[in-house]
């Protein structure tokens, strides 16, 4: 074995290991007589370097912090000239520059763009990287491979703190800027790429850089480059876990992702141990951050796991209906919490939209994994109640009372969804006559509707019904087997089978709240509400004279577009004007809304929705589904943002992040 060159210290750490000449700031400076320092000329050198790359970081930092500052002051600028307009009319036309700006922006902003959810994704995204390689190029000494490994690194280290703040399900955006974890998620999901390419540049360079010097040997043997190894391939397991597993199996998935992460900040803490380099400062503060995030919401967990439990009802065509003794404090219809049965998973916590609170209310679609288990649970012991817990509520949405219309547009388990808005309106709406509703739900066959029986009969009853324009669509042929009809109701659904409630014996087993976090089925999962996807049959009699709403085959079995058909409410059956894709809606299994077959034309039920409202009015179009109708929302939503036309906003709760 070669000893080290007397260019080269024999110090751990990378910054500590550089090889003098060949171009390097200094070149030619000798070392030491005993070749295991640095000499003064070194030393010099490389506390230079560190000076620049603590500079850089710091106006890094400062642009990360300057893009978040201006969502900031534009979400809360926006906040107070909307509520000027409605308000104060004198502050309201000083406002009005903003608010055609404003407008302007978001007419381009909201649409989507291939690759991204919208425009102003793809925009941000685009600052991002840019910022990343200015930082990561400028006021580098590029005569040598290491300069730039170091640079590297300390982009690497910095992406990670962002990677995790972005992460957390407790973060002070959803506050500041209306943007809560999960509408975060793609971001989180960037930067932890660009936070590995940093890592694989650096590690790459300096491997190389080591293997030049002759060293290559000598540097794998110290303990500190032993960690970078194991935190470089425990952070490559967190990348594949997310890009494969992720599709495959969710919850594999999550445990491979969250083990290896805290694999990784360990030997990454070992490897940058040193507080004088810095380093070590950002990695403690990511791993503070992760961990103060997880106690408090073990610490919700463990509160309303006290005297709690959760009724289970098996629904028709693998649904399941969960009914919680307590309710959370600020939960709203709309909102979701993640939820604990222990009798199912014991350590596992799961994320599904609240869409009932005066009796805490969960409608969950089987897929695979616990949302399977939980609805054979259901089965074998229908009305049985479990010991079970809450974490939430998370999410951000518009208020819809400050809105005039509300057009809330569903696809199939995205109902869940819309029937939570719908639910929060109608419990605060007071006597405003200029305020209504249009509800568009799009299912794959009648036994759905049984999930909401007793929401469908609420919008048809409550004193407010008028103000309900209710539209549902059934898209798979309308001969479904009707087994459900004569089945008996239990709190307004049909079930599958009836019992008395009774408590299962693992509800009192002693289980613990899971300490390892959630199995978050919204990220890609099958295993949540979030992610049903319910292929739905194209129909031969379509029309096809609209091309521009008109979907792909896989984007209309997922709940889409396809015919223009007038929506109904009450006895608004009778009404003969527009067209449908059959001569006659149906009022099946008593169901009081007019059900439709086929697929409505999205896009023109949602510009009849918007056209013709008043220019001092709001609107608010809220949607929940996959992704082909998402597009058709955003894109037709986009459009009616005008100058001067009604305040429109867009609210999309699309499956899966």
Same mark, same amino acid.
């Given at each position: 074995?070669?000893?080290?060159?007397?260019?080269i210290s024999s110090g751990g750490g990378h910054a500590g290991t550089e090889r003098r000449g060949g171009g390097g700031e200094g070149g030619g400076a000798a070392a030491s007589s005993d070749g295991g320092h640095e000499s003064p000329a070194m030393q010099a050198f490389l506390a230079m370097r560190q000076r620049k790359n603590e500079h850089m970081m710091k106006m890094y930092a400062a642009a990360l912090c300057g893009l978040v500052a201006l969502f900031i002051v534009f979400h809360w600028t926006r906040w107070f000239f909307v509520r000027a307009e409605r308000s104060?009319?004198?502050?309201?036309?000083?406002?009005r520059p903003f608010v055609a700006i404003e407008r302007s922006a978001r007419n381009l902003l909201v649409r989507k763009v291939p690759g991204f959810k919208s425009a102003g994704h793809a925009l941000l995204v685009t600052a991002y990287v840019v910022a990343n390689v200015a930082v990561g190029f400028t006021n580098v000494d590029a005569g040598s491979k290491a300069n730039f490994a170091s640079r590297f690194g300390w982009l690497a280290l910095s992406n990670l703190g962002l990677v995790i703040f972005l992460a957390l399900k407790n973060t002070p955006l959803a506050f500041l800027t209306a943007y809560s974890y999960e509408r975060l998620n793609c971001l989180h999901r960037i930067a932890g790429y660009t936070m590995f390419i940093w890592m694989v540049l650096h590690a790459s360079l300096y491997t190389t850089y080591f293997s030049e010097a002759g060293i290559i040997v000598t540097k794998f043997q110290d303990r500190s480059e032993i960690a970078a190894i194991v935190a470089g391939f425990s952070f490559l397991t967190v990348v594949l876990s997310a890009t494969i597993l992720r599709r495959i199996r969710y919850e594999l998935f999550y445990m491979v992702h969250i083990s290896s992460w805290i694999l990784a900040i360990v030997a990454l803490g070992i490897h940058r141990s040193d507080f004088a380099k810095k380093g070590i400062i950002i990695i403690l503060l990511a791993a503070s951050m992760w961990v103060l995030d997880r106690l408090i919401r073990i610490t919700r967990v463990l509160y309303y796991a006290l005297n709690n439990e959760a009724t289970l009802y098996p629904l028709p065509d693998g649904g399941t209906k969960v009914i919680f003794?307590?309710?959370?404090?600020?939960?709203? #219809?709309?909102?979701?919490?993640? &939820?604990?049965?222990? $009798?199912?998973?014991?350590?596992?916590?799961?994320? *599904?939209?609240?869409?009932?609170?005066?009796?805490?209310?969960?409608?969950?679609?089987?897929?695979?994994?616990?949302?399977?288990?939980?609805?054979?649970? #259901?089965?074998?012991?229908?009305? &049985?109640?479990?010991? $079970?817990?809450?974490?939430?509520?998370?999410?951000? *949405?518009?208020?819809p009372m400050d809105y005039d219309k509300i057009v809330l547009i569903a696809g199939g388990g995205g109902a869940t969804f819309t029937f939570g808005l719908v639910a929060n309106i109608l419990e605060r709406l007071h006597d405003e006559p200029h305020k209504n509703i249009t509800f568009i739900w799009t299912v794959k066959k009648h036994e759905n509707l049984a999930w909401f029986k007793e929401h469908l009969e609420t919008m048809?009853?409550?004193?407010?019904?008028?103000?309900?324009d209710v539209s549902i669509y059934v898209t798979r042929s309308p001969v479904a087997s009707l087994h459900h009809r004569h089945l008996p109701h239990v709190h307004g659904h049909s079930l599958l089978h009836h019992a008395q409630p009774r408590t299962s014996e693992s509800s009192s087993g002693g289980s613990l709240p899971p300490l390892s976090g959630d199995i978050s089925g919204r990220s890609g999962s099958p295993d949540t509400?979030?992610?049903?996807?319910?292929?739905?049959?194209?129909?031969?009699?379509?029309?096809?004279?609209?091309?521009?709403?008109?979907?792909?085959?896989?984007?209309?079995?997922?709940?889409?577009?396809?015919?223009?058909?007038?929506?109904?409410?009450?006895?608004?059956?009778?009404?003969?004007?527009?067209?449908?894709?059959?001569?006659?809606?149906?009022?099946?299994?008593?169901?009081?809304?007019?059900?439709?077959?086929?697929r409505p034309d999205m896009a023109t039920l949602i510009r009849q929705a918007v056209v013709g409202t008043p220019s001092n009015q709001r609107v608010l179009v809220a949607a929940c589904g996959p992704d082909g109708l998402m597009h058709v929302v955003r894109d037709t939503t986009a459009r009616l943002i005008q100058r001067d036309g009604p305040g429109v906003e867009l609210h999309c709760e699309q499956f899966g992040w």
């Open positions: 074995m070669l000893p080290p060159s007397p260019y104060w009319k004198p502050l309201a036309t000083l406002g003794k307590k309710t959370p404090a600020r939960a709203v #219809a709309g909102k979701h919490c993640f &939820i604990w049965i222990p $009798a199912v998973r014991k350590f596992e916590t799961h994320p *599904f939209t609240i869409h009932k609170t005066n009796s805490m209310e969960f409608t969950i679609k089987a897929q695979e994994g616990f949302t399977r288990d939980l609805h054979q649970h #259901a089965l074998a012991n229908p009305g &049985i109640s479990v010991r $079970a817990s809450l974490d939430g509520p998370y999410g951000t *949405f518009p208020d048809k009853n409550h004193a407010h019904s008028p103000k309900v509400e979030k992610m049903p996807r319910l292929p739905l049959p194209t129909h031969s009699h379509q029309h096809r004279n609209h091309p521009s709403s008109t979907l792909s085959k896989k984007d209309l079995e997922d709940g889409g577009g396809g015919l223009p058909v007038v929506s109904h409410h009450g006895n608004a059956a009778d009404n003969s004007t527009g067209t449908e894709s059959h001569p006659h809606p149906h009022r099946a299994h008593g169901y009081e809304h007019a059900i439709r077959p086929g």
